[in-house]
């Protein structure tokens, strides 16, 4: 006899982690199946080299959910809050930082554009009011506007005032940014370019889109309304792994059982609908619901045997924009790198920020251009943080680690493999950093670079596409990851997604567990 | 008009009577004197030769290749073996066929599909899910038919494959001059006959071959207009002819399930799901609405209707293709497709799709003839098919 559950989730990421939480909770039996030794996916942390731990993948939860973080009682799980300034775009001879408040940004603005500054507090203000009305929406399943359910259509209307609440020009404006291209929007604000290019480094990255892409705007509103409904959390002590460890003793209280090292191979399905899974020893399991939290291509077209699926279904799943463009490089460094131009009384709180290298906006598409062709970009898009300044646990003391995600490298090149090109690409990352980090070349112990190739390897990922597939405008809300899908339950009866890959983002901010939990129990009731 | 084969130079040079047609976007000899019946007779009494590289080809490869063949086709693939040939239909989502073609087993991960229509694009369409490459391979592969009574005595002169061993619709990999081909005992004749097929750049070598070892056989090369009357005989359908491919067509009405043009025996209802697999189960339910058969004029009263008005009968020589009503009693309930005068039979034969019930053998008919200005109505006969079948087809 197979074993039975309530609900048998795929993969124990912090959304599968997360939905499993809240299931357990209803009083649901439920199992998390993980391919791998530890939880977390993505959210890990590992040695790099002896001695040297990192966060492998990312190290950011400043868009971790309030709502989320306060129901699982994460308060004193050794999380700091959010670092000030948030972010320091590197530029020729000056830095732009940016500081938590508005005006204080402002200030540092002035130094590049006088104009700029006077219009970046209504800006973000026009923003905060944005997120502040229409963020609700991010912790809910969005409405099908298909059959809309009376449920939905109840959503729908509130959504309506709220967008009236905003005012007649400040709706009429937003309904048309969220349809513009990133420099259309940020053009008709700000002249500056390195504004603008830090502003939408931030939006685009792990995007295959550039800032003239249509479209590209909407990803500026969904990165401040996430930020704006956030924790305002900095960094895990201990690195990702520890906010991984923290949500399955989260799940353990209501019984959640998660079982490491069992990958599952198949979701079973007969006539249309899931039974359970098979796991790759042979064993099956069977549970009412199966809510997969891996991408809706491994999902739907590796896991599910294809001739159960409908065609219609697959080809939709097929044609997700779902090419990885980010490499992950961790460096151990053997003292803390110098940055030419951090320096002065606030170089403590400087060196705990997050840094951009991306000028202007032409950088940043420039870079994109790459991606069109099958080529890595030779001027990559940079960002980097070096969590061992906050966290000295990471590495031995007085040495660090310095974590980079870099753009654009396509996963699928014209020529060669990422085995190949992954060096050279590390080398003109190195090259460019080396201009603001005069010292950084002589300092690295040890290199680990994870092309888009083994991201896809080692962590599941899909074509490595660090958000399963990108935020553009037909593959956010109604339509995240498709339309047919996009409320969490898929055209299989019982098989639920809860992954990056659906609303309302790909990244670490736990909604879509939550909300995918949410909508399982709802239908359970009927 | 179309372009030449890999085997171009050596159809234009025998090609007297410069009758060309296109196929599939490549030139096709129709006949190669000025007239087709001598090619005909080769093919029943000694052998033709033909230039068949016009057909499409793709190569299935992968983990999922018969997974993905088991659900596009209609057939049960997983029973076909490697090194076997299987006569296969696919159909759209509506159960209604899109083509036909032969399937090559090579391995459960490897298969080859001919195609008398582009089928890439179908084909692809439905892969999403399954690991498997699909490769049109249609212009890197040349293919000769070589078809008749004493094929296998010229192929044995020009090659050490186990031909004697080889059963119809399996094939044998071998040498033939040097080259490597792929022998399969297939055709589009009904006859004993093989099909070899080869890279583009060592067609020539290969025809070369058989032609010089076909020399103290009678051996002819041959055109369509021959194989066409020798198709009719052997009772096989043709696409765009005798049906339709549901993507081409203008109604719902010219759409077909495989059992109404007499190819329900491909289809597989009792595996799991392929394409068109619910639609074919409910209609089969209903029951279907028609059926191909082989009909057979009544010679006695088509020359009784020449007669009346002064004529002696008139026989169609070369394979007629057009659609031909066909009445029971003052109703019509079908037409004929393609017909001719079999020279072998000594028969007036005919392909019809009619109303189910009006199609078991012996059902009496009348089928429309135009006779001097005027369409009359001849008797006919439903008849079993295929309408010649020799034992050395099979033997
Ligand atoms: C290089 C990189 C940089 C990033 N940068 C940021 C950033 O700056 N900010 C941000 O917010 N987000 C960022 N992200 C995205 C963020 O990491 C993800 O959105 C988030 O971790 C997704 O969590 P998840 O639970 O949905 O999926 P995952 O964490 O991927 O969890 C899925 C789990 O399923 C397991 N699994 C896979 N296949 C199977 C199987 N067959 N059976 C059982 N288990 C299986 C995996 O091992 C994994 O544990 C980044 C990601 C990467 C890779």
Redesign the interface.
Same mark, same amino acid.
């Given at each position: 006899m197979a074993e039975k559950y309530d609900v048998a989730i795929i993969g124990a990421g912090h959304n599968g982690l997360i939905a499993a939480y809240y299931l357990a909770k209803a009083g649901k039996k439920v199992v998390v199946f993980e391919k791998k030794e530890n939880v977390g996916g993505r959210c890990v942390t590992e040695e790099i080299t002896e001695g040297f731990r990192s966060s492998v993948c990312l190290d950011d939860i400043s868009l971790f959910s309030k709502k989320v973080f306060q129901d699982l009682g994460l308060k004193n799980k050794g999380i700091s809050a959010a670092t000030d300034p948030l972010a320091i775009s590197l530029l020729p001879g000056k830095a732009l930082i940016q500081w938590r408040s508005p005006q204080k940004f402002a200030q540092e603005i002035a130094t590049f554009s006088e104009k700029d500054a006077k219009e970046y507090p209504k800006y973000h203000e026009f923003m905060d009011k944005v997120a502040k009305n229409l963020g609700i929406a991010c912790a809910k399943t969005p409405p099908d506007i298909l059959n809309l359910p009376h449920s939905d259509l109840v959503d729908l209307g509130k959504y309506w005032l709220k967008l009236r609440k905003m005012g007649k020009r400040d709706m009429l404006e937003f309904l048309r940014a969220a349809s513009m291209s990133a420099r259309d929007f940020l053009d008709e604000w700000f002249e500056s370019d390195a504004l603008k290019g830090l502003l939408a480094a931030k939006a685009l990255m792990g995007n295959a889109l550039g800032p003239y892409s249509p479209g590209t705007a909407a990803t500026l509103f969904l990165q401040h309304i996430l930020s704006y409904h956030s924790a305002s959390l900095g960094h895990p002590q201990g690195g990702m792994g520890k906010l991984s460890e923290a949500l399955e003793q989260a799940g353990q209280t209501y019984k959640v059982e998660v079982r490491k090292e069992n990958e599952v191979q198949e979701i079973l399905i007969e006539e249309g609908v899931v039974k359970g899974v098979l796991l790759q020893d042979g064993t099956e399991i069977h549970s009412q619901v199966v809510a997969s939290s891996l991408d809706p291509k491994t999902t739907?077209?590796?896991l599910?045997?294809?001739?159960?699926?409908s065609?219609k279904l697959?080809?939709l799943?097929?044609n997700v924009k779902s090419q990885g463009v980010s490499t992950k490089i961790n460096l151990a460094l053997k003292e803390l790198p110098h940055i030419a131009l951090v320096q002065g009384a606030e170089k403590e709180a400087l060196l705990s920020a997050r840094y951009f290298i991306a000028p202007s906006l032409e950088y940043l598409e420039k870079a994109f251009d790459a991606t069109k062709y099958g080529r890595y970009s030779e001027n990559p898009v940079i960002q980097f943080i070096l969590p061992s300044f906050i966290d000295p646990s990471l590495a031995p003391k007085n040495k660090h680690v310095l974590s980079i995600t870099a753009q654009c490298t396509p996963f699928r090149l014209r020529e060669g493999s990422w085995a190949e090109h992954q060096d050279k690409f590390a080398d003109i990352v190195l090259e460019k950093l080396g201009v603001f980090l005069p010292n950084l070349k002589d300092i690295i112990e040890h290199r680990q670079v994870l092309s888009p190739s083994d991201l896809e390897a080692n962590f599941s990922l899909n074509e490595g596409h660090i958000y399963h597939l990108d935020h553009t405008m037909d593959q956010l809300f109604l339509m995240r990851p498709i339309p047919g899908s996009a409320q969490y339950r898929t055209p299989l009866d019982n098989l639920y997604l809860c992954g990056a890959g659906t609303h309302p983002a790909g990244m670490v901010n736990g909604l879509a567990g939550h909300n995918a939990a949410q909508k399982i129990l709802k239908d359970w009731k009927g | 008009m179309g372009i030449g084969t890999a085997l171009h130079n050596k159809t234009r040079e025998l090609c007297q009577s410069l009758r060309w047609k296109e196929w599939a976007g490549y030139f096709a000899v129709e006949s190669y004197g000025v007239c087709h019946l001598p090619e005909y007779y080769a093919i029943r009494e000694q052998a033709g030769i033909m230039d068949i590289s016009p057909l499409y080809k793709y190569e299935i490869k992968g983990k999922?290749a018969s997974? +993905?063949m088991?659900?596009v086709l209609a057939k049960d693939v997983t029973k076909i073996k490697p090194k076997q040939v299987s006569y296969c239909v696919w159909c759209d989502?509506e159960g209604k066929v899109i083509d036909d073609g032969t399937v090559f087993c090579f391995s459960s991960e490897h298969y080859r599909v001919t195609a008398a229509n582009p089928a890439l694009r179908w084909f692809q369409?439905?892969s999403?899910?399954?690991e498997v490459e699909i490769e049109d391979v249609s212009e890197e592969i040349a293919a000769i038919s070589l078809q008749g009574p004493k094929s296998r005595d010229i192929l044995k002169r020009i090659t050490s494959a186990p031909l004697d061993e080889l059963k119809y619709f399996w094939f044998t990999e071998d040498k033939l001059a040097q080259v490597d081909v792929l022998i399969s005992r297939t055709g589009y004749t009904g006859d004993l006959g093989y099909e070899i097929w080869m890279k583009v750049e060592e067609a020539e070598k290969c025809w070369d071959k058989i032609m010089e070892a076909g020399k103290d056989y009678g051996l002819r090369p041959v055109g369509l207009m021959a194989l066409d009357m020798a198709r009719v005989e052997a009772g096989f359908i043709l696409i765009d002819v005798d049906f339709y491919s549901s993507k081409h067509t203008m109604t719902e009405s010219q759409k077909s399930f495989p059992q109404e043009i007499s190819l329900g025996w491909t289809v597989s209802l009792k595996k799991?799901? +392929?394409?068109g697999k619910k639609a074919i189960q409910e209609q089969k339910r209903q029951g279907f609405k028609y059926q191909l058969v082989g009909i057979e004029i009544d010679w006695d009263d088509l020359e009784r209707a020449y007669e009346e008005v002064g004529l002696p009968p008139s026989l169609p020589h070369s394979a007629w293709r057009c659609m031909v009503p066909i009445h029971h009693k003052n109703r019509q309930v079908g037409y004929a497709s393609s017909g001719c005068w079999s020279p072998n039979l000594k028969k007036y034969i005919a392909l019809a799709t009619l109303e189910a019930p009006y199609a078991k053998i012996g059902t009496d008919l009348t089928m429309e003839e135009t006779i001097e200005f005027s369409r009359k109505k001849i008797k006919a006969k439903v008849v079993k098919k295929p309408f010649f079948n020799p034992a050395r087809k099979t033997s």
């Amino acid at each position: 006899m197979a074993e039975k559950y309530d609900v048998a989730i795929i993969g124990a990421g912090h959304n599968g982690l997360i939905a499993a939480y809240y299931l357990a909770k209803a009083g649901k039996k439920v199992v998390v199946f993980e391919k791998k030794e530890n939880v977390g996916g993505r959210c890990v942390t590992e040695e790099i080299t002896e001695g040297f731990r990192s966060s492998v993948c990312l190290d950011d939860i400043s868009l971790f959910s309030k709502k989320v973080f306060q129901d699982l009682g994460l308060k004193n799980k050794g999380i700091s809050a959010a670092t000030d300034p948030l972010a320091i775009s590197l530029l020729p001879g000056k830095a732009l930082i940016q500081w938590r408040s508005p005006q204080k940004f402002a200030q540092e603005i002035a130094t590049f554009s006088e104009k700029d500054a006077k219009e970046y507090p209504k800006y973000h203000e026009f923003m905060d009011k944005v997120a502040k009305n229409l963020g609700i929406a991010c912790a809910k399943t969005p409405p099908d506007i298909l059959n809309l359910p009376h449920s939905d259509l109840v959503d729908l209307g509130k959504y309506w005032l709220k967008l009236r609440k905003m005012g007649k020009r400040d709706m009429l404006e937003f309904l048309r940014a969220a349809s513009m291209s990133a420099r259309d929007f940020l053009d008709e604000w700000f002249e500056s370019d390195a504004l603008k290019g830090l502003l939408a480094a931030k939006a685009l990255m792990g995007n295959a889109l550039g800032p003239y892409s249509p479209g590209t705007a909407a990803t500026l509103f969904l990165q401040h309304i996430l930020s704006y409904h956030s924790a305002s959390l900095g960094h895990p002590q201990g690195g990702m792994g520890k906010l991984s460890e923290a949500l399955e003793q989260a799940g353990q209280t209501y019984k959640v059982e998660v079982r490491k090292e069992n990958e599952v191979q198949e979701i079973l399905i007969e006539e249309g609908v899931v039974k359970g899974v098979l796991l790759q020893d042979g064993t099956e399991i069977h549970s009412q619901v199966v809510a997969s939290s891996l991408d809706p291509k491994t999902t739907f077209l590796k896991l599910c045997s294809p001739p159960k699926v409908s065609l219609k279904l697959r080809n939709l799943v097929k044609n997700v924009k779902s090419q990885g463009v980010s490499t992950k490089i961790n460096l151990a460094l053997k003292e803390l790198p110098h940055i030419a131009l951090v320096q002065g009384a606030e170089k403590e709180a400087l060196l705990s920020a997050r840094y951009f290298i991306a000028p202007s906006l032409e950088y940043l598409e420039k870079a994109f251009d790459a991606t069109k062709y099958g080529r890595y970009s030779e001027n990559p898009v940079i960002q980097f943080i070096l969590p061992s300044f906050i966290d000295p646990s990471l590495a031995p003391k007085n040495k660090h680690v310095l974590s980079i995600t870099a753009q654009c490298t396509p996963f699928r090149l014209r020529e060669g493999s990422w085995a190949e090109h992954q060096d050279k690409f590390a080398d003109i990352v190195l090259e460019k950093l080396g201009v603001f980090l005069p010292n950084l070349k002589d300092i690295i112990e040890h290199r680990q670079v994870l092309s888009p190739s083994d991201l896809e390897a080692n962590f599941s990922l899909n074509e490595g596409h660090i958000y399963h597939l990108d935020h553009t405008m037909d593959q956010l809300f109604l339509m995240r990851p498709i339309p047919g899908s996009a409320q969490y339950r898929t055209p299989l009866d019982n098989l639920y997604l809860c992954g990056a890959g659906t609303h309302p983002a790909g990244m670490v901010n736990g909604l879509a567990g939550h909300n995918a939990a949410q909508k399982i129990l709802k239908d359970w009731k009927g | 008009m179309g372009i030449g084969t890999a085997l171009h130079n050596k159809t234009r040079e025998l090609c007297q009577s410069l009758r060309w047609k296109e196929w599939a976007g490549y030139f096709a000899v129709e006949s190669y004197g000025v007239c087709h019946l001598p090619e005909y007779y080769a093919i029943r009494e000694q052998a033709g030769i033909m230039d068949i590289s016009p057909l499409y080809k793709y190569e299935i490869k992968g983990k999922d290749a018969s997974l +993905f063949m088991n659900y596009v086709l209609a057939k049960d693939v997983t029973k076909i073996k490697p090194k076997q040939v299987s006569y296969c239909v696919w159909c759209d989502e509506e159960g209604k066929v899109i083509d036909d073609g032969t399937v090559f087993c090579f391995s459960s991960e490897h298969y080859r599909v001919t195609a008398a229509n582009p089928a890439l694009r179908w084909f692809q369409e439905n892969s999403p899910g399954f690991e498997v490459e699909i490769e049109d391979v249609s212009e890197e592969i040349a293919a000769i038919s070589l078809q008749g009574p004493k094929s296998r005595d010229i192929l044995k002169r020009i090659t050490s494959a186990p031909l004697d061993e080889l059963k119809y619709f399996w094939f044998t990999e071998d040498k033939l001059a040097q080259v490597d081909v792929l022998i399969s005992r297939t055709g589009y004749t009904g006859d004993l006959g093989y099909e070899i097929w080869m890279k583009v750049e060592e067609a020539e070598k290969c025809w070369d071959k058989i032609m010089e070892a076909g020399k103290d056989y009678g051996l002819r090369p041959v055109g369509l207009m021959a194989l066409d009357m020798a198709r009719v005989e052997a009772g096989f359908i043709l696409i765009d002819v005798d049906f339709y491919s549901s993507k081409h067509t203008m109604t719902e009405s010219q759409k077909s399930f495989p059992q109404e043009i007499s190819l329900g025996w491909t289809v597989s209802l009792k595996k799991p799901h +392929f394409v068109g697999k619910k639609a074919i189960q409910e209609q089969k339910r209903q029951g279907f609405k028609y059926q191909l058969v082989g009909i057979e004029i009544d010679w006695d009263d088509l020359e009784r209707a020449y007669e009346e008005v002064g004529l002696p009968p008139s026989l169609p020589h070369s394979a007629w293709r057009c659609m031909v009503p066909i009445h029971h009693k003052n109703r019509q309930v079908g037409y004929a497709s393609s017909g001719c005068w079999s020279p072998n039979l000594k028969k007036y034969i005919a392909l019809a799709t009619l109303e189910a019930p009006y199609a078991k053998i012996g059902t009496d008919l009348t089928m429309e003839e135009t006779i001097e200005f005027s369409r009359k109505k001849i008797k006919a006969k439903v008849v079993k098919k295929p309408f010649f079948n020799p034992a050395r087809k099979t033997s």
